[in-house]
């Protein structure tokens, strides 16, 4: 008996202490405050990913837009609509977490009236200390509104106090900073207040050059007829006649040197298609004045290493033989 009174004390001084604790002061402030604060900062953490979702979506769907279509490259618009998603749900975020900020003020009853004189210092203070970071989001601002360059983009980007550009695609533009990747699969990240100046090399279109040194002793016209030749040939070319935008050109002797004179040859490609078509240029040059018997010198440019089989036989099909013998 005596046992069962024991317990059922106990019982009850647990069951008045919960009663107390949720009729008290905190548990009435749990209830009343901190239950909305709760419920404020899982609605706007399951806001913000449902914002990141969406984002993601939408890059997804521009992404396989541009898989499914038949296109090369990207066409401006894309870039543009790409980089204005992720800088779109960025500032959704950021204004998100400001309004629960004010929210949960207002839910405290902290006076606001009071916070103004320690806020104007320790407005100041950041703004000081803060006053790059808005130089960023300025400069971040100009670059997507006036289509500088955007996703997919191959850039090279100047930046205060570095002796070389960083060249590199653009993967990911905010109104803070823009993150290259670079040939070798390296990553920058460079904040958007550090750029002086931004070379877009994948806009609308681009140019591929190819300079073509040939010796002082070679007939200038019939290489002339040559690369007129592969010019015309380039644009039946399996893998130059989706990346070129007209015929390559040929500008005539850009230079001239103690043993070569340099030629050039231009050609309009897809934007950031240059160097691949530039590349396969060059082989169709070197292999057509190999089978010419034109031969640049060592170093000096592109090097045929073997002429055709009758340039160094007799007119009668004969090896030649030493003169000395």
Do not use: C
């Not at 107390?20 to 209830?31: C, D, P, R, S």
């Amino acid at each position: 008996m005596t046992d069962t009174s024991a317990v059922s004390v106990l019982a009850f001084d647990w069951a008045q202490k919960w009663h107390n604790f949720w009729h008290g002061t905190v548990g009435e402030w749990i209830l009343a405050k901190g239950l909305q604060i709760v419920l404020l900062v899982l609605g706007a953490v399951l806001t913000a990913r449902f914002i990141g979702w969406g984002s993601r979506k939408v890059t997804r769907h521009l992404e396989q837009g541009f898989q499914a279509g038949d296109a090369l490259v990207r066409s401006e618009a894309s870039k543009h609509r790409q980089a204005v998603a992720s800088v779109i749900s960025w500032v959704a975020i950021v204004m998100l977490s400001v309004i629960v900020a004010v929210q949960i003020t207002n839910i405290l009853d902290i006076p606001v009236g009071s916070l103004v004189a320690p806020a104007a210092v320790l407005g100041a203070a950041i703004g000081f200390g803060a006053q790059k970071v808005v130089q960023d989001l300025l400069a971040g601002f100009f670059i997507i509104t006036e289509r500088q360059y955007g996703f997919g983009d191959l850039v090279e980007l100047n930046m205060l106090g570095a002796t070389e550009g960083s060249v590199g695609t653009v993967e990911e533009v905010t109104l803070r900073v823009t993150k290259l990747r670079t040939s070798d699969g390296e990553v920058y990240t460079v904040p958007n207040g550090n750029i002086v100046r931004s070379l877009n090399m994948s806009k609308d279109w681009a140019r591929a050059v190819v300079d073509i040194p040939v010796p002082v002793t070679a007939d200038i016209n019939r290489v002339n007829e040559v690369l007129h030749e592969v010019g015309r040939a380039s644009m039946e070319d399996r893998f130059l006649k989706d990346l070129l935008l007209d015929e390559p050109s040929l500008m005539g002797v850009e230079s001239i040197g103690l043993d070569n004179v340099n030629l050039r040859m231009v050609a309009r490609t897809l934007p950031g298609k240059q160097y691949e078509a530039g590349r396969r240029l060059r082989a169709l040059v070197v292999r057509a004045l190999g089978r010419e018997g034109v031969v640049t010198a060592t170093g000096a440019g592109p090097v045929v290493d073997t002429l055709p089989a009758t340039a160094g036989a007799k007119p009668d099909g004969k090896p030649g033989s030493d003169s000395g013998r």
